[in-house]
T-cell receptor
């Protein structure tokens, strides 16, 4: 079974640019979560999508946005990049059931210069 | 009060010892509990899931759940240097939210 796949692995942008990160969930998983993890810090919840709808959003500014496609893949967009957006962005998927754990992808390392 | 709390550590144990990691949660309606291991710069990987009161064992790992006291713990027997990582507790709350603790850093010295 293929795991959660994220692309690109690394992304380097300059301040003010836009970044697009992509995620393909495990087959059969309808829920996709996005997390930001700055160096040395914990997971910060960004967004939760299920069945194409945004279900919950973390405490991030509106320039962080995303969507989920009919095939359940997802993309995260970050507009007007700031230096502090440099982080590991993790995507995870699960079946929308209370007993279903999250399965994480390998992440996208975003560097803003 | 945070929804899920963990001691940030580091928790230092010698090789071969038992490492005990603890997590408390605030929502009594929480249904499912998960432990993840995260190596530096890598993504979290699932170690254990537990749903009912009591102990659940998987190899060197034992998860313990006490819903009355609202805590969940992870024991690692015969700790190895390769177990050195950050351990994340995650709770699926009664409000249909999956909440992560900030993690406990474990250091196993040879």
């Amino acid at each position: 079974e293929a795991g959660v796949t994220q692309s690109p692995t690394h992304l380097i942008k300059t301040r003010g640019q836009q970044a697009t990160l992509r995620c393909s969930p495990i087959s059969g998983h309808t829920s996709v979560y996005w997390y930001q993890q700055a160096l040395g810090l914990g997971l910060q919840f960004l967004l939760w999508y299920d069945e194409g709808e945004e279900r919950n959003r973390g405490n991030f500014p509106p320039r962080f946005s995303g969507r989920q496609f009919p095939n359940y893949s997802s993309e995260l967009n970050v507009n007007a990049l700031e230096l502090e957006d440099s982080a590991l962005y993790l995507c995870a998927s699960r079946v929308d059931s209370p007993r279903s754990p999250l399965h994480f992808g390998n992440g996208t390392r975003l560097t803003v210069t | 009060q945070k929804e899920v709390e963990q001691n940030s550590g580091p928790l230092s144990v010698p090789e071969g010892a038992i490492a005990s990691l603890n997590c408390t949660y605030s929502d009594r309606g929480s249904q499912s509990f998960f432990w993840y291991r995260q190596y530096s710069g890598k993504s979290p990987e699932l170690i254990m899931s537990i749903y009912s009161n009591g102990d659940k064992e998987d190899g060197r790992f034992t998860a313990q759940l006490n819903k009355a006291s609202q805590y969940v713990s992870l024991l690692i027997r015969d700790s190895q240097p390769s177990d050195s990582a950050t351990y994340l507790c995650a709770v699926f709350t009664g409000f249909q939210k999956l909440v992560f603790g900030t993690g406990t850093r474990l250091l196993v010295s040879p």
